[in-house]
């Protein structure tokens, strides 16, 4: 099973501010690699697939990068609505494994 | 527009089955891979089952796959003719009480990320 790391678990950021935040496998994925946010009482949205492929809908304030064992998910400028848990998922390989989340909150 | 209904959670004693449903719409369900991931209260998210679409390759249509823990207690179903997924939990466990979320996969090769999912339903695992 590819094991997925997540840092921080939680990151406090100021609105308007650049929130960086960090995905490790366990093992290469080449870039199958996606972001989802999850807000209370929620369901998951995808943010980003492909590593840096952004969703339909999604704004351009979100960024994902990197590739093989190591990927970033960037937001550019926090607003209200982003305040939430993200997660990383792998779906290089079954069983699909998701990192344990960074809860990103208001500084 | 894409829609997923999950159904069928609810409370049952600890070695008890429950199905969930997930009725879905808005897109050509027979193509695309479909999932079920769960989150234990206050926990993150666990990809539980996959089973592949056909809108793949032909030899990989309709394989399935789940994580250690459930393999051997959980089947992951499809019709394709209701446009709906299934997952029979048997020998239920605490530890398998959740949100129980029903996901398609975004493309159709059978690698893909998660793109619309529903609203989950809740299963309680206790006596």
């Known amino acids: 099973e590819i094991v997925m790391t997540q840092s921080p678990a939680t990151l406090s950021v100021s609105p308007g501010e650049r929130a960086t935040l960090s995905c490790r496998a366990s093992?290469?994925?080449?870039?199958?690699l996606a972001w989802y946010q999850q807000k209370p009482g929620q369901a998951p949205r995808l943010l980003i697939y492909?590593?840096?492929t952004r969703a339909t809908g999604i704004p351009a304030r979100f960024s994902g990068s990197g590739s093989g064992t190591e990927f970033t998910l960037t937001i550019s400028s926090l607003q209200s609505e982003d305040f939430a848990v993200y997660y990383c998922?792998?779906?290089?390989?079954?069983?699909?494994?998701f990192g344990q989340g960074t809860k990103v909150g208001i500084k | 527009e894409v829609q997923l209904l999950e159904s069928g959670g609810g409370l049952v004693q600890p070695g008890g089955s429950l199905r969930l449903s997930c009725a879905a719409s808005?897109?050509?369900?027979?193509?695309?891979?479909m999932n079920w991931v769960r989150q234990a209260p206050g926990k993150g998210l666990e990809w539980v089952s996959g089973?592949?679409?056909?809108?793949?390759?032909?030899?990989?249509?309709?394989?399935?796959h789940y994580v250690d823990s459930v393999k051997g207690r959980f089947t992951i179903s499809r019709d394709n003719s209701k446009n709906t997924l299934y997952l029979q939990m048997n020998s239920l466990r605490a530890e398998d009480t959740a949100v129980y979320f029903c996901?398609?996969?975004?493309?159709?090769?059978?690698?893909?990320?998660?793109?619309?999912w529903g609203q989950g339903t809740l299963v309680t695992v206790s006596s």
């Open positions: 996901a398609k996969d975004l493309g159709r090769s059978g690698f893909s990320s998660l793109d619309f």
């Open positions: 808005g897109f050509t369900f027979s193509y695309y891979g």
């Open positions: 089973i592949v679409g056909s809108g793949g390759t032909s030899v990989s249509a309709g394989y399935t």
């Open positions: 093992q290469s994925i080449s870039s199958t």
């Open positions: 492909g590593a840096s």
């Open positions: 998922q792998q779906y290089d390989d079954w069983p699909r494994t």
